[in-house]
């Protein structure tokens, strides 16, 4: 973090790393994607300082060599006023978990 850099602003900055890949699995003309990867840093701001309000500019670049890829920048916001919510996929599998008491000897 670097900190306050004025009263009204708290500034914070990350790097990150990212790699993903994708298979073909059952798709019609599917095709393996190998395996792509990327550097980045962020720019992390709360404002005003201390605020529930986050605020992320990001920038990343291409390190495997692939003629599509590119640079990407990418401006988002978070507030910490809103609950995280899952994926529904994900929420859906934890609802489907059976009761601990289903262990017990009688």
């Known amino acids: 973090m670097i900190g306050e850099v004025t009263r009204h602003a708290l500034v914070?900055?990350?790097?990150?790393?990212?790699?993903?890949?994708?298979w073909a699995g059952d798709a019609p003309y599917g095709m393996d994607?190998?395996?792509r990867v990327a550097l980045g840093a962020s720019l992390l701001v709360a404002f005003p300082p201390r605020s529930q309000?986050?605020?992320?500019?990001?920038?990343?670049a291409p390190i495997s060599a692939?003629?599509?890829?590119?640079?990407?920048?990418?401006?988002?916001?978070?507030?910490a006023?809103?609950?995280?919510?899952?994926?529904?996929?994900?929420?859906?599998?934890?609802a489907g978990v059976a009761?601990?008491?289903?262990?017990?000897?009688p």
């Open 33 to 35: 994607s190998g395996t």
């Open 53 to 60: 309000q986050l605020w992320r500019l990001d920038i990343a």
């Open 99 to 105: 009761s601990s008491a289903i262990f017990l000897w």
């Open 12 to 22: 914070g900055v990350a790097t990150f790393a990212e790699a993903g890949r994708v």
């Open 81 to 94: 006023r809103t609950p995280s919510r899952e994926p529904r996929d994900v929420a859906r599998a934890r």
């Open 66 to 79: 692939d003629p599509g890829a590119g640079w990407e920048i990418r401006l988002s916001s978070r507030s």
